[in-house]
């Protein structure tokens, strides 16, 4: 079984810093991609950031330039660097990964976990 643990949510006041941190742990043998989603209340959840194995980022319209976000290879974590924060960031922020690892006893190669974390939660006052 894969397990993803975030961390580094909080309440944070209109232009405000975050940081958030995911662990990736259990039957990993690589990992392509690692993500961030986030949920709004009220809201379906979307994607906020992604990093690649060898750096490559993208980022929703709404975080370019305020989000930044990070990995660590050796260790299975991502951050997301959250600057300039703004009351519409207000989420549940989820990550998740596309890699190969077995869950259930099953073997997924380059598949997205079908699962997510508990998440931690963002919240910005204006």
């Known amino acids: 079984q894969v397990h993803l643990v975030e961390s580094g949510g909080g309440l944070v006041q209109a232009g405000g810093s975050l940081r958030l941190s995911c662990a990736a742990s259990?039957?990993?043998?690589?990992?392509?991609?690692m993500e961030w989603y986030r949920q709004p209340p009220g809201k379906q959840r979307e994607l906020v950031a992604g990093?690649?194995?060898?750096?490559?980022?993208n980022y929703a319209d709404s975080v370019k330039g305020r989000f930044t976000i990070s990995r660590d290879n050796a260790k299975n974590t991502v951050d997301l660097q959250m600057n300039s924060l703004k009351p519409e960031d207000t989420a549940v922020y989820y990550c998740?990964?596309?890699?190969?690892?077995?869950?259930?006893?099953?073997?997924?190669?380059?598949?997205?976990?079908?699962?997510w974390g508990q998440g931690t939660q963002v919240t910005v006052s204006s």
């Open positions: 998740n990964m596309q890699g190969t690892y077995y869950s259930g006893g099953l073997y997924y190669r380059d598949q997205n976990l079908d699962y």
């Open positions: 259990g039957s990993i043998f690589s990992i392509n991609a």
């Open positions: 990093i690649t194995s060898d750096g490559t980022t």
